[in-house]
Antibody, heavy 119, light 108 residues
């Protein structure tokens, strides 16, 4: 079955760039679906960050668009998130997931990775 | 941005009873509505999409209904493993601007 696994630093300094990778197994990224990042600050709700297709078509949450880049590496069957100029407000568990083309329900999800930006 | 509002924030129910969770959209999202379950320390799990279609492997005690701006998730007979936080999500926007409700905590 499809599995997703996030990886990356758990601590990022303020003003630096947060970089995470999501490795996909059991399914080829090039076969379809949009691949997405969603985050959840501690004790809070879920926020969609953005989604990308293997062709490079990418959409971002307007509130983060100026700082976010999501990219796909089909050769490694993985996709990545870069979030620049981070502050303590970017501290969250970051999840990777996928959703069908033309629809937005997400399944399955990676286990999530906590990224802390100290204040 | 479409704002999703869930009620109540916390719902206290006994095992074996029925639970009804509500989700309201600030504008119509047609049937582009999903429900997720999240347990402590775990990722969300898709329960319902298209407002009423159960995801693969989801027990039939979970059901979704509604369209437009008003949606409901019903759990017909609560099991111990159902106590969790539930989120609704709209995905009606294109280009995508997906938004989630703030969650309902279902507690014993």
């Amino acid at each position: 079955q499809v599995q997703l696994q996030e990886s990356g630093p758990g601590l990022v300094k303020p003003s630096e760039t947060l970089s995470l990778t999501c490795a996909v197994s059991g399914y080829s990224i090039s076969s379809g679906y949009y691949w997405a990042w969603i985050r959840q600050p501690p004790g809070e709700g879920l926020e969609w960050i953005g989604s990308t297709y293997h062709s490079g078509n990418t959409y971002y949450n307007p509130s983060l668009k100026s700082r976010v880049t999501i990219s796909v590496d089909t050769s490694k069957n993985q996709f990545s998130l870069n979030l620049s100029s981070v502050t303590a407000a970017d501290t969250a568990v970051y999840y990777c997931t996928r959703h069908p083309t033309g629809s937005g329900y997400c399944y399955p999800w990676g286990q999530g990775t906590l990224v802390t930006v100290p204040s | 941005e479409i704002v999703m509002t869930q009620s109540p924030a916390t719902l206290s129910v006994s095992p074996g009873e029925r639970a009804t969770l509500s989700c309201r959209a600030s504008q119509s999202v047609s049937s582009s509505l999903a429900w997720y379950q999240q347990k402590p320390g775990q990722a969300p799990r898709l329960l319902i999409y298209g407002a009423s279609t159960r995801a693969t492997g989801i027990p039939d005690r979970f059901s979704g209904s509604g369209s437009g701006t008003e949606f409901t998730l019903t759990i017909s007979s609560l099991q111990s493993e159902d106590f969790a936080v539930y989120y609704c999500q709209q995905y009606n926007d294109w280009p995508p601007m997906y938004t989630f409700g703030q969650g309902t905590k279902l507690e014993i």
